[in-house]
Structure formats: C-alpha cells, structure tokens
C-alpha cells in the first residue's frame, strides 16, 4: 500500500525529440543551422517568385547567392565552407541557378573571401560588406563571362549583369542583420 507522501518517478515524455538524445549545444546549433536554411528558403522564393517579376534595366537580384555568402562569413571557413558546398548544390537543384557552374563559383568565392576576412581584416559590418560587395560582383561577372564562352548570352548583356551586381549588393545591408542575429544564436563560441 503507498504512503501520501511516497517518492512517485515522472511520467515517460515521448516526443520527437526525446528519441534523439541531443544535448543543449547540439540542439541550439540543428537550430541555428536549421534558421540558416530557412533564411535560404525565404531568399529563394522572394528571388523566383516576387522579385523575379520586377526588372529594373532587364536587371534583377541574386539574392541566394548573396545570403550564402554572408552566412559563410558568419560562420568562418569550418562551417561555412561545408555549408556553402551543399547550399550551392541546392541552389543548382532547385532550377534557379544559371548553370553547373554555379557550385563553384559559390563556393569558391564563399570560401576565398571567407579566409581573406580571417586572414586580413577584423570581424565588423564594413570588412563583412566589403567581402560581399567583392564575392557578389565576382559571381555575377564570372556568370556572366561563362555565359559569353559558351554562348549562352551575347556580350550586349553585360550593363544587366551590372546591374544584377548593383541592385544585390545595395539588398546585402538589408540581409547582414538577419544573418548576424542567427549567429548569435547559442551565443558566441570564438570570438575572432
């Protein structure tokens, strides 16, 4: 017969999660990244949706390769360079980027520019910009250069393709924010 004041154990809790025994660190970090995808999924629908639509100089945004380039800056060359490889690969297989040639371009320019931050300038808003500005003009000419040898476009389409390099560049400032606050997530594990 049990006593009133008996120890009495918790019940079981099943869910989801409970199966998987992650610890906190693991949690917050299937989180950040899990935010990082999403930001990406977003980026790609406002670009192949709405923004796609609105032509400015037969000009539009590039704004998944943009966002990859700013989270592999958050991230630094260890996380950032994997990321960048497998959201390049997913950019391709969604239809939206121009060629095959885009995983490399991605993730080359992700990663060069990533260690050039690291290895030269200090961790802000101006060396992470200036990084973007240079990644982003450097892919949409090199698109747009590989597009000329093998005849995709004519060489008459380079002032959109400036622009293409313009209108994202000027949307950059706009992503930095949203990317900065998911780094954060888990609070900071090196502080560079």
């Known amino acids: 017969m049990a006593k009133k004041y008996e120890f009495k154990p918790d019940k ?3 869910g989801v999660m409970s199966k998987l025994f992650l610890t906190k660190k693991q949690r917050v970090c299937a989180l950040k990244w899990t935010l990082y995808a999403l930001v990406l999924l977003t980026l790609s629908v406002l670009q192949d949706v709405l923004l796609c639509r609105f032509r400015i100089f037969d000009a539009t945004t590039e704004l998944v390769p943009c966002g990859i380039f700013l989270i592999c800056l958050a991230e630094g060359l260890e996380g950032g360079s994997v990321f960048s490889l497998v959201a390049a690969a997913l950019y391709l297989f969604s239809g939206s980027a121009s060629g095959y040639y885009s995983i490399v371009y991605i993730t080359f320019l992700s990663v060069g520019v990533t260690f050039f931050r690291q290895s030269f300038l200090r961790k802000s808003f101006l060396a992470d910009m200036l990084c973007t500005i240079v990644a982003v003009t450097v892919f949409v000419m090199a698109e747009f250069f590989t597009g000329v040898f093998l005849e995709y476009m004519g060489i008459g389409r380079v002032f959109s393709h400036v622009g ?14 949203v990317v900065n606050g998911i780094r ?9």
């Open 164 to 177: 293409t390099a313009l209108l994202t560049i000027a949307v950059a400032p706009l992503l930095y924010p």
């Open 12 to 14: 079981p809790r099943s």
């Open 184 to 192: 954060t997530v888990g609070g900071d594990v090196w502080k560079e």
